[in-house]
């Protein structure tokens, strides 16, 4: 299995709603990363995680609340999004935190009203 | 600090003809290079990498890239085109005093003519 799996594939939100995006994967990879792509431009890293623990936070709005449930989940807590946050949001995964080969999943189509 | 450039945002070819595309990036120690795909409404997928070792990366697909340190380069090839070769690619680099961390080029969008 050499998948990353993403829940949902589009997500509809209001400013005021709060909501989450799922990754899943089952590669036994220990780097997990959630990067966030606007139309027409290359993925920006948002958050990396090392062995579980949040090693990266690249400045990211409090808004976003990353969260590692176990070495196979990652999860993206969503609330009080700005219209400007609708995007593709990307998670993908690593063997090691050092880059050798991410894996990247089909991503979350993110559209906030 | 490491950084990519992808010469050209949008390339047209015709079937059969040549692919190429341009990457240089800047980087204070010898980086790893990645060339990526993406799809209309896709994730990103890895056509190929080069960390160390022979500088001729072949990739899937086709596609093979070469490492020239002197250049600083990492273009992307693919001596015939097909139709199912349009998309967005992205060449990315990483280096440790970096964190690590993939820096993408801008990407260049492939169109390919029948």
């Known amino acids: 299995d050499t998948e990353v799996t993403q829940t949902p594939k589009h997500l509809v939100m209001g400013m005021t709603n709060k909501k989450s995006l799922k990754c899943e994967q089952h590669?036994?990879?220990?780097?997990m990363y959630w990067y966030k792509q606007k139309a027409k431009k290359p993925p920006e890293l948002m958050f990396v995680?090392?062995?579980?623990?949040?090693?990266i936070n690249e400045s990211v709005p409090s808004r976003f609340s990353p969260e590692c449930p176990n070495s196979s989940l990652l999860n993206l807590h969503l609330h009080a999004l700005q219209p400007e946050d609708s995007a593709l949001y990307l998670c993908?995964?690593?063997?090691?935190?050092?880059?050798?080969?991410?894996?990247f999943g089909q991503g979350t189509r993110l559209t906030v009203v | 600090a490491q950084s990519v450039t992808q010469l050209g945002s949008h390339v047209s070819v015709s079937e059969g003809a040549l692919v190429l595309l341009r990457c240089n990036y800047s980087?204070?120690?010898?980086?790893?290079l990645f060339w990526y795909v993406q799809y209309p409404n896709q994730g990103l997928q890895l056509l190929l990498k080069?960390?160390?070792?022979?500088?001729l990366v072949k990739g899937i697909n086709g596609f093979e890239a070469e490492f020239k340190k002197s250049e600083t380069s990492f273009h992307l090839t693919k001596p015939s085109a097909h139709m199912s070769d349009a998309a967005e690619y992205f060449c990315?680099?990483?280096?440790?005093?970096?964190?690590?961390?993939?820096?993408f080029g801008g990407g260049t969008r492939v169109l390919v003519k029948p």
């Open positions: 993908a995964s690593s063997q090691e935190p050092a880059y050798t080969e991410a894996f």
């Open positions: 990315a680099v990483s280096e440790e005093a970096a964190g690590n961390k993939l820096t």
């Open positions: 995680y090392s062995y579980e623990k949040l090693s």
């Open positions: 590669m036994g990879h220990r780097a």
């Open positions: 080069y960390t160390t070792g022979a500088t």
């Open positions: 980087s204070s120690v010898p980086p790893y």
